[in-house]
């Protein structure tokens, strides 16, 4: 088994280049929406301020350097006087200050996962990917735009260890202990909602692996936790951002 990644130690200016190269794979995957929706990440020996996307900037142009920090309240204290989205503080606010293990937050508006996100069943195990996420993917329900003092508390009570959501008729939520965790994350649970919408689209009698083999396949996934999701993917995700969209190390 290959050495897990060092990053977990990363300098701030490495968790800003990660989190600038994950807004632009995003943006490469599709799962940006304009302006809207937010990838986050602690600062390193900075509790409490967290770093997330300028508003008004499409995922494309968002670099190391226009990242702005945030406190737990989504108030900007890096001098900037930079404007985000307070939908963005809301959600990515209330995680961080309930999951200090939660390096990054990503809460996006993927084609596959909002879709999945209006079904009742939700995820079933209808592929490898999706077992991935067997017994750790919560759902929290609809409650409109806003997101009030209550709502953050009835969904970060729902996210509680677990590492995402599917905020119904919404989108999903993923948490990880780094920015490349939360990434591959991300990526898994896009990947198994696109197999299961094309597969129930081709079958009216489709049929998941049994919860059993669900949970086994999670925990040879996993292993001890020595490698995390990310660790080895990421130095071939940095590549590819670097050849289809430069300059997010600005």
């Known amino acids: 088994m290959a050495a897990p990644s060092t990053r977990g130690g990363a300098s701030e200016q490495e968790v800003r280049v990660d989190l600038a190269a994950a807004y632009r794979l995003a943006a490469l995957q599709g799962w940006d929406d304009t302006i809207y929706t937010h990838l986050s990440a602690t600062v390193p020996g900075e509790p409490g301020v967290y770093l997330i996307n300028r508003f008004g900037l499409l995922f494309e142009e968002v670099c190391a350097s226009n990242l702005v920090k945030v406190n737990l309240h989504g108030e900007v204290v890096d001098g900037s006087g930079a404007v985000v989205n307070p939908s963005g503080f809301a959600i990515h606010g209330a995680v961080h200050a309930a999951r200090p293990d939660a390096a990054c937050v990503i809460h996006v508006h993927s084609p596959w996962a909002v879709a999945l996100a209006a079904l009742p069943e939700g995820l079933l195990a209808t592929s490898q990917w999706a077992m991935r996420f067997s017994g750790r993917l919560g759902r929290h329900a609809y409650e409109g735009l806003a997101l009030g003092a209550d709502e953050q508390a009835r969904l ?33 649970l896009e990947k198994a909602a696109q197999a299961q919408l094309r597969a129930m689209a081709a079958s009216p009698s489709l049929r998941g692996a049994g919860a059993d083999v669900a949970a086994l396949t999670y925990r040879q996934w996993v292993g001890d936790g020595a490698v995390r999701d990310g660790d080895l993917e990421w130095p071939g995700l940095l590549r590819r951002v670097e050849r289809l969209s430069p300059g997010f190390r600005d």
Not at 166 to 177: K, Q, T, Y
Request: glycine letters at 12%; zero cysteines.
């Open 156 to 188: 970060v009570a729902e996210l509680g260890s677990l590492d995402g959501l599917l905020l119904e008729h919404h989108g999903p939520l993923v948490v990880g202990r780094s920015v490349a965790e939360a990434y591959l994350l991300m990526h898994i």
